[in-house]
Structure formats: C-alpha cells, structure tokens
C-alpha cells in the first residue's frame, strides 16, 4: 500500500503529531469523504506501507519528526507545494522566504530526489502577470538547483465552487510563452519539467507527471511494485494507486484557488479546534451507531529481488 498523507489536507503542516501516533499506533480511522457514516480502520503498520507520500505546502512543523519516522522505518518523500504568491492568493502561510529555507532544509536532510518541488497552481492575478511569473520561477529555479530533480507544473483550475473573481487562468497565448520558458529555465538547473493533468503540455517538453510515482518508489525501496494506475483521479492523471488518510476541509492555508476547503477556512477553524492529535480519526469521533470496518490492505511489493 502506497500512504497518500494527503491530497485532502496538509497533514505535516497542521496534523503531524497525530500522523506520528497513528503511525506508532499501526492504524487509523479514516472516514470516506463520499458517505460520512462509512469508517475503515486502515493498517499503517510498516509491513504493508510501501511508502509513503507526503503533500504539503509547510512542512517546517514535520521536520522534528523525520527522525522519528526514518526510526520507524517507513519509506516517504514529500510533494512540496511552493509558488510565489502574496496572502492575497495563499493567505495563512509563513512568508515565503521562510517556507524557501524549510524546502532547503528538508532537502538536505532526506535528499533532493525525495523533494519534489510542485510549481502549482499557475494562475494570475492583476499584479501578478506572465512576466512575474517568468522572473520568480526562474529565482526559485536557480535557489532550488541541486535541491529536487523534478518541478510539477499545473494550471489552475476554476471549480465553480470558487467563485474567484481575483484570479484567472491563463489564456491560450500566456501559457504559450510561459510553459516553454519554464520547460527550459527548469532544464537549465537540472530539474526535470513535468505537468499534471495538462493536456498539450508534451510540445513544450514537459512530460506527464505521476505524483504517487511508481518509478520513484521502486528506485527509493529497491524493489519492484506491482500497483495499478488510480482510477479515482483525473483524467490525464499518472498517479498509481494509493490510500488517503486526510480529510476534506482541515486545511488552515486559506488558498483561494483550494478544492480541498468549502467556502473558506471557518468549517476548517472549527475541526482544528476540536482535534485531538490523541484520537483514531483525524477530525471528530466515532458516533454511536457508526460501523468501523478493517479495510484490507497489502504491501503491494511485487519480488523481494532488488532492482540494482
């Protein structure tokens, strides 16, 4: 089993030291954001987690935690969300120099192929235009050279739950000029340009992306696997398959351009009041009359002859 930890919420910003207990713990109580009644306790133990996937935009809390983790012995490498934007697009984040220096830090500490730097989502606003996102893709192309192998590139999204009227995607013409500038600027200090979900991207050079990467996990763990692609994702979407153990509306980052969050962060508020980094469940407790069912899981491990 691939640990998605989480496409739902930024588990190493706001959620660490529950994920730690959970971990020691061996398992969690995870409900199915579909039908809010349904509950499967999931095994986390170290012999049926294959790897784990961390997606964040701060992970500066977790990293007193990687000793304890790496002692554990789980595998794991980050997805690490960084863009240049103000708090009027990503709100409730540290300043952005700070956030670079934690994405340096983890760097050196478990390696630039286990930090993945996501460039993502592109969007714009009034001040900030293709020009501006020419010169901080490029600043942060040359601080973070040696630092990741791979830069995730996206565009935004509008869903219409967003109802975002500050920002937009961009046109047809603006992302003509920036996907190659950026496919090249991005190869010049030896990252590898990727894309995810974006169709046409293959012109400019850049590559699908898998964010639960097969390919990636097999080098790190030595062995091979044998999963399928997630056919729970979006269209155009590489990733294989994998187990989340987040939550929808969680996240305290107060991204406008979020899918993960309704309406803002106030519900997200309440939940991070009421949780107990103590508890089965991420957010909440099991009510009376709700089912727990064991969900089966595997290591998905296919030989134990190593690759290299």
Request: proline fraction near 5%; include cysteine; charge should be neutral.
């Amino acid at each position: 089993m691939i640990l998605s930890a989480s496409r739902r919420t930024d588990i190493p910003c706001f959620y660490g030291e529950w994920l730690m207990r959970r971990l020691r713990a061996g398992y969690a109580l995870v409900r199915n954001p579909m039908n809010h009644a349904q509950i499967s306790r999931v095994p986390l133990t170290p012999d049926v987690v294959d790897c784990i996937v961390f997606w964040t935009k701060d992970p500066e809390n977790f990293l007193q935690h990687l000793d304890g983790l790496d002692r554990l012995g789980y595998s794991y490498y980050f997805q690490f969300t960084l863009t240049p934007y103000g708090r009027d697009v990503e709100r409730n984040l540290r300043p952005k120099p700070k956030i670079e220096e934690t994405f340096l830090r983890l760097s050196r500490r478990i390696g630039a192929e286990r930090t993945v730097w996501r460039y993502d989502p592109i969007l714009l606003t009034e001040g900030f235009d293709v020009k501006r996102h020419k010169e901080e893709f490029r600043r942060l192309c040359e601080l973070f050279e040696g630092h990741t192998d791979t830069v995730t590139l996206s565009l935004v999204d509008i869903y219409a739950k967003l109802r975002a009227p500050s920002f937009r995607a961009p046109d047809g013409s603006e992302t003509e000029e920036l996907a190659p500038f950026m496919a090249e600027t991005a190869r010049q200090h030896g990252i590898r340009p990727v894309a995810c979900c974006e169709s046409g991207f293959e012109r400019f050079g850049i590559e699908r992306s898998a964010c639960i990467d097969r390919e990636r996990i097999e080098k790190m763990i030595g062995q091979r696997l044998d999963v399928s692609r997630d056919r729970n994702q979006r269209a155009g979407c590489g990733c294989c398959e994998s187990t989340d153990i987040g939550a929808y509306n969680t996240c305290l980052n107060g991204c406008v351009y979020c899918y993960a969050t309704d309406g803002g962060t106030e519900a997200a508020k309440r939940r991070f009041s009421a949780h107990d980094p103590s508890s089965e469940l991420l957010t909440g407790s099991v009510g009376e009359g709700e089912h727990v069912t064991k969900r089966k899981v595997r290591s998905n491990i296919a030989t134990n002859i190593s690759l290299f």
